[in-house]
């Protein structure tokens, strides 16, 4: 018995201001399970900014999607956007960097195809744009994403350790 889902057919489209509702939608839903600081900051000190880790990240996304040298694509099924892939390339030429930048799949979704055919999208377009070297970073703790950038070629470089700590204690008046 296989814990894999049926694939399902979907298209690739560059996103458009449109998709925004259904980029923050997958968001909010797509990341849970220590897959991003912002959740695991949260787990940790409590609501930072009086915001759920979940805005947070969404507003994290919106904002570098929105950068000029970035270029999102998302997935499409039966007309709902599915999923998303960022990609984004040096600015300065030649544009020998190329980054796969956020991405995320709807949770209903995963398992089928989508992540992987979205990741080897971007890596295509980037190719493309003239990049000759293509990086990505994940968390640790991202197991499945993991997976498919190994499959697709990238080799690990290095890993990031982030720390944190409570400079003073929140919600505790001066006695």
């Keep these: 018995m296989t814990n894999q889902r049926q694939k399902i057919v979907f298209q690739i489209r560059q996103a458009t201001e449109s998709d925004e509702d259904a980029i923050n939608a997958i968001n909010r839903r797509a990341w849970a399970g220590g897959i991003t600081t912002h959740e695991l900051l949260e787990q940790r ?13 969404t507003s994290a996304v919106g904002e570098h999607l ?10 499409e099924h039966q007309g709902k956007v599915i999923g998303f892939a960022a990609a984004q390339i040096d ?19 995963q398992r089928q195809g989508v992540g992987t ?17 293509l990086n990505v970073v994940t968390v640790e703790t991202d197991e499945p994403v993991k997976h498919i950038y190994e499959r697709l070629g990238f080799e690990k470089l290095t890993s990031l350790i982030y720390y944190s700590k409570d400079c003073q204690a929140r919600g505790q008046g001066d006695s």
């Design 117 to 133: 055919a979205l990741i080897e999208h971007v890596i295509a377009f980037l190719e493309a744009q003239g990049a000759h070297v």
């Design 66 to 75: 929105a950068r000029p040298d970035v270029t999102t694509f998302v997935a």
């Design 91 to 109: 600015q300065q030429p030649p544009a020998e960097m190329g980054t796969v930048s956020y991405n995320a799949v709807d949770p209903d979704y």
């Design 45 to 57: 000190h409590g609501r930072l900014n009086n915001q759920d880790w979940r805005e947070r990240i």
